[in-house]
């Protein structure tokens, strides 16, 4: 990907898809436009409640991106998701969420310090996996692979 220098990418990824690399994990969350700006006001994991709303709305979009065969954009609300899961755990697991301590070691996980944060990444989970497993996700990613490699 080319970047601009700054924090964001100077690029409109819908508009140019070849750009755009899948990466690992929820790489490019905070910086692929202009699904950063469509997914992230979706997004938040406080409580289960919040989690619900947040997936289902996020999924939503994900079948919007699917209708469209736009699969940089099902890539990133796939990964806005795996936030959703990966971020509430982190809480469910670490008391205030720090995994690690003021010397940066890592602290000890806890059976569920927070078990509200891990009802909310339960909820992430099961709409992660429903979108991982899509058939058309699947066929698209492995077409955009093809075309512009792995990322």
């Not at 692929?32 to 979706?42: I, M, R």
């Not at 990133?76 to 008391?95: D, E």
């Not at 429903?130 to 692979?145: F, G, I, S, W």
């Amino acid at each position: 990907m080319s970047s601009d220098g700054g924090p964001e990418y100077d690029i409109d990824f819908r508009q140019h898809p070849e750009e755009y690399d899948i990466g690992r994990g929820e790489r490019g969350v905070f910086k692929v436009e202009p699904y950063k700006s469509e997914l992230l006001p979706l997004w938040g994991y406080a409580d289960r409640e919040t989690a619900e709303e947040a997936a289902a709305a996020i999924h939503d979009r994900f079948r919007r991106y699917r209708e469209d065969e736009d699969f940089v954009g099902m890539d990133m609300a796939r990964k806005y998701l795996q936030m959703g899961y990966t971020r509430a755990m982190r809480y469910a697991k670490y008391p205030g969420g720090k995994k690690y301590d003021d010397d940066g070691g890592e602290r000890e996980a806890e059976e569920w310090a927070d078990p509200e944060k891990r009802e909310a990444a339960l909820v992430f989970k099961e709409h992660l996996e429903t979108v991982r497993e899509d058939e058309t996700y699947q066929r698209l990613k492995d077409r955009h692979r093809e075309r512009h490699g792995d990322g």
